[in-house]
């Protein structure tokens, strides 16, 4: 417990076995343990609105699952990609290091979600709405986002240093990760579980899209 | 597959089209590999193309849809490529390049097999949105989407690679040199002597002749093999498989690619 704190402590800071400037001689598993760790306490959080029964407890655990799924599945999907851009820009050399500011970013995200987690809880407490609920969610992971972009950008530094067109990979990533992120995170609603609705881990409509939804909201059909 | 796989890597890498490589204008991309390549790899993006047909057909065909996608991917790249390269040849000939038709050859499929590469990397994207979804406008705009990016790494490919074969190899400069200086300024990290990119531009501009040749041959092979390829497409459909037609290997001939773009865009605002 002690390690993995002192770790989490150096990813923060940047130092030690995650110095940025350093070659990293670290078991590769560390950055996505670390995404699974704590995103998955942050999703316990997000899951214990309502949490007056037994049934709700299943929302806990759904969402504990859920958030290190939607981050670590969303980047697998976007991973061949990745490596396939990074390779017809002359990047392949620094694919290792690449990758390793992806899941950098993504610990780095984990970790200010799973800080931010017993205020959410708090707010949960204080402030009954549904509505409320959700908004405050986004603006936690908006923040966290952040936060794991500071990370990423502080790997993706010295990259950018070496040759200029790693500012392509890492803005092309942010936004297929995004483009992606946003519809998985919508398949796998609900994420904190309305009081009307019983407690499933997936929607009846998960398999809609989520941008013809917000189109269409924002057309008015 | 072994050396099959290292081959296609070393393509994107640019390790076969590096300057140094192409002085003779001739080309060293072998077709036993590379046909085969572009036909796996095109054919790899279709299958995740057609899932949707799978999932929301309720006629049965759906599995027919899958393997019809599976073909007509790879079948779409090279046909256009088959109607297409004597003219292709000819006008770049007419221009001045110094390319035989072995070389145009080779050079083409060698494009062919980047756009591929690059559109079977983004079909695990496709596939996630194939599952995920159920709106037909938005599948069709997603594939344009994907085969549009795909498309332009190939045309960025080709035509950098087309300077390369024009131009005289100083203008792009000697890799490992340049990289030891830089070093010694102490400007440079130790131990990365980069390789140049196969869309990396020149170092030095080139000689006007030589851009202007390469520009014209590109801007020429681009408006042939993009509106045939166009119109092959469209001639080849249905790639997705609308869920409420019934499944056919091919359509009833009718109207033109640019219409039906037209068409599905004013689907998909309208909710579809």
């Given at each position: 417990?002690?390690?993995?704190?002192?770790?989490?402590d150096?990813?923060?800071?940047?130092?030690?076995?995650?110095?940025p400037s350093?070659?990293?001689d670290?078991?590769w598993?560390?950055?996505?343990?670390?995404?699974?760790?704590?995103?998955?306490?942050?999703?316990?959080?997000?899951?214990?609105?309502?949490?007056d029964?037994?049934?709700?407890?299943?929302?806990?655990?759904?969402?504990?699952?859920?958030?290190?799924?939607?981050?670590?599945v969303?980047?697998?999907?976007?991973l061949?990609?990745?490596v396939?851009f990074?390779t017809?820009?002359?990047?392949?050399?620094?694919l290792?290091?690449?990758?390793?500011?992806?899941?950098?970013?993504?610990?780095?995200?984990?970790?200010?979600l799973?800080s931010?987690?017993?205020?959410?809880?708090?707010?949960?407490?204080?402030v009954?709405?549904?509505?409320?609920?959700?908004?405050?969610n986004?603006?936690?992971?908006?923040?966290?986002?952040?936060?794991?972009?500071?990370v990423?950008?502080?790997?993706?530094?010295?990259?950018?240093?070496?040759?200029?067109?790693?500012?392509?990979?890492?803005?092309?990533?942010?936004?297929?990760?995004?483009?992606?992120g946003?519809?998985?995170?919508?398949?796998?609603?609900?994420?904190?579980?309305?009081?009307?609705?019983?407690?499933?881990?997936f929607?009846?409509?998960?398999?809609t899209?989520?941008y013809?939804?917000?189109?269409?909201?924002?057309?008015g059909h | 597959?072994?050396?099959?796989?290292?081959?296609v890597?070393d393509?994107?890498?640019?390790?076969?089209?590096g300057?140094?490589?192409?002085t003779?204008?001739?080309v060293?991309?072998?077709?036993?590999?590379f046909l085969?390549?572009?036909?796996?790899?095109?054919a790899?993006?279709?299958?995740?193309?057609?899932?949707?047909a799978?999932?929301?057909n309720?006629?049965?065909?759906?599995?027919?849809?899958?393997?019809?996608?599976?073909?007509?991917?790879?079948?779409l790249?090279?046909?256009?490529?088959a109607v297409?390269?004597p003219?292709?040849?000819v006008?770049?000939?007419?221009?001045?390049?110094?390319?035989?038709?072995?070389a145009?050859?080779?050079?083409?499929?060698?494009?062919?097999?980047?756009?591929?590469t690059?559109?079977?990397?983004?079909?695990?994207?496709?596939?996630?949105?194939?599952?995920?979804?159920?709106?037909?406008?938005?599948m069709?705009?997603?594939?344009?989407?994907?085969?549009?990016?795909a498309?332009?790494?190939?045309?960025?490919f080709?035509l950098?690679?087309l300077r390369r074969?024009?131009?005289?190899l100083?203008?792009?400069g000697?890799?490992?040199?340049?990289?030891?200086?830089?070093?010694?300024?102490?400007?440079?990290?130790?131990?990365?002597?980069?390789e140049?990119?196969?869309?990396?531009?020149?170092?030095?501009?080139?000689p006007?002749?030589?851009?202007?040749?390469?520009?014209?041959?590109f801007?020429?092979?681009f408006?042939?093999?993009?509106?045939?390829?166009?119109?092959?497409g469209?001639l080849?459909?249905?790639?997705?498989?609308?869920?409420d037609?019934e499944?056919?290997?091919l359509?009833?001939?009718?109207?033109?690619f640019?219409?039906?773009?037209?068409?599905?865009?004013?689907d998909?605002?309208?909710?579809?």
């Amino acid at each position: 417990m002690r390690v993995t704190l002192t770790h989490t402590d150096d990813l923060l800071h940047g130092i030690g076995r995650f110095d940025p400037s350093r070659r990293a001689d670290r078991p590769w598993w560390w950055l996505p343990a670390m995404v699974l760790c704590f995103s998955s306490l942050y999703g316990a959080f997000m899951g214990s609105f309502e949490f007056d029964s037994l049934e709700r407890f299943w929302q806990i655990l759904f969402s504990a699952v859920k958030v290190p799924l939607l981050l670590l599945v969303t980047s697998a999907i976007c991973l061949p990609a990745f490596v396939v851009f990074n390779t017809v820009l002359g990047l392949r050399r620094d694919l290792r290091e690449a990758i390793q500011a992806v899941f950098a970013g993504q610990a780095g995200l984990s970790v200010a979600l799973a800080s931010l987690g017993p205020i959410t809880r708090v707010w949960y407490s204080s402030v009954a709405s549904y509505r409320g609920a959700q908004l405050f969610n986004i603006a936690m992971f908006a923040a966290a986002a952040l936060a794991g972009h500071l990370v990423m950008l502080r790997y993706y530094r010295p990259l950018i240093r070496r040759h200029g067109a790693h500012r392509i990979m890492l803005y092309s990533w942010l936004t297929m990760y995004a483009f992606v992120g946003v519809q998985f995170g919508w398949t796998l609603r609900p994420f904190i579980g309305s009081r009307d609705m019983a407690v499933t881990f997936f929607r009846e409509d998960a398999f809609t899209n989520a941008y013809v939804f917000v189109l269409h909201l924002i057309l008015g059909h | 597959m072994r050396t099959w796989l290292t081959q296609v890597d070393d393509l994107l890498r640019g390790r076969k089209t590096g300057p140094e490589l192409l002085t003779e204008g001739r080309v060293e991309l072998p077709l036993r590999l590379f046909l085969p390549a572009a036909v796996v790899l095109g054919a790899l993006y279709g299958f995740f193309m057609g899932w949707y047909a799978i999932l929301t057909n309720e006629h049965p065909g759906g599995w027919m849809q899958l393997i019809a996608s599976t073909v007509k991917m790879p079948a779409l790249f090279l046909l256009t490529l088959a109607v297409t390269l004597p003219s292709l040849y000819v006008f770049s000939a007419l221009i001045g390049g110094r390319l035989g038709f072995s070389a145009t050859l080779r050079l083409l499929i060698g494009a062919i097999v980047v756009n591929v590469t690059v559109a079977a990397s983004l079909g695990p994207i496709l596939g996630f949105f194939t599952v995920s979804t159920t709106s037909y406008p938005f599948m069709i705009a997603l594939n344009v989407a994907l085969l549009a990016i795909a498309g332009f790494v190939g045309m960025v490919f080709l035509l950098r690679t087309l300077r390369r074969a024009v131009a005289p190899l100083l203008a792009y400069g000697d890799p490992v040199v340049e990289e030891r200086a830089q070093t010694e300024d102490g400007a440079g990290e130790t131990d990365h002597t980069r390789e140049i990119g196969p869309l990396e531009r020149p170092t030095r501009p080139l000689p006007r002749r030589a851009h202007w040749q390469a520009r014209a041959i590109f801007s020429v092979w681009f408006v042939l093999y993009g509106l045939v390829g166009a119109q092959m497409g469209w001639l080849l459909r249905p790639f997705v498989g609308s869920p409420d037609l019934e499944f056919s290997w091919l359509r009833q001939r009718e109207g033109s690619f640019f219409l039906a773009l037209l068409r599905h865009l004013s689907d998909l605002l309208g909710g579809g």
